[in-house]
């Protein structure tokens, strides 16, 4: 949960920041229960704009919720009709083989055995695991740098160009990266499920 301590040290640590704080509404970030649907909604929203991911992720949660113990077994034509490409069902499928070790996850807390675990598993990358430790974990200090939309705002908002100068910008936030990230996000208006 975001406080008033967070975005008052955020908002005195940039002030750029603190327009874009003051001009948006306080972001939503929830708890999870549920760590293996959540790894299937990062892997559907790779890559692509948030109202394809959406539509995508609805029709997939239909499915899901009347077959989410066969997922193995859905044919090939569940999943065109789902609309995913054969890449993306089959890391879902790889997540599905390890969903016991994923729920497990929620004992873990340290990011650093979070994303040697989560690496391992072929489709899940660096954004996914940012997307993973922010959403699913609720880490406050997450800077997701292979996030395109993210870069781009502030590019756009700090007049920078160049990724050190963007690690510089993010670390000033630090320990509320992902407050921070989760406000710029909000300023595109943008509507990622959370």
């Known amino acids: 949960m975001i406080t008033p301590e967070h975005i008052d040290y ?7 920041l603190k327009n ?3 001009h948006n509404t306080i972001p939503k970030i929830s708890k999870s229960n549920d ?8 892997i559907i929203f790779q890559q692509i704009s948030t109202k394809a991911g959406n539509s995508i992720y609805n029709r997939f949660l239909e499915y899901y919720n009347a077959n989410k113990n066969n997922l193995s077994t859905w044919s090939e034509q569940e999943w065109k009709n789902i609309g995913l490409s ?3 069902k ?7 083989r390890l969903k016991n070790e994923i729920s497990d ?17 072929k489709g899940v990358g660096n954004w996914t695991i940012d997307m993973f430790l922010i959403f699913s974990k609720n880490n406050l200090d997450i800077f997701p740098e292979g996030d ?3 870069i781009n705002v502030i590019k756009k908002e700090y007049q920078v160009d160049c990724n050190d100068k963007i690690k510089e910008i993010a670390n000033q936030w630090s320990p509320y990266k992902t ?10 208006n943008d509507d990622f499920p959370n």
Not at 90 to 96: D, Q, R
């Open 10 to 16: 955020l908002s005195k640590a940039d002030k750029i």
């Open 35 to 42: 760590y293996v649907l959540d790894l299937y909604k990062y």
């Open 90 to 96: 089959n890391y879902i499928e790889n997540i599905f």
């Open 105 to 121: 996850l929620k004992k873990v807390n340290d990011v650093n055995k979070i994303y040697k675990q989560l690496i391992q598993i």
């Open 20 to 22: 874009i704080i003051e």
């Open 148 to 150: 395109l939309a993210l």
């Open 86 to 88: 054969k890449q993306k």
């Open 179 to 188: 407050i921070a990230t989760l406000y710029l996000w909000e300023s595109l």
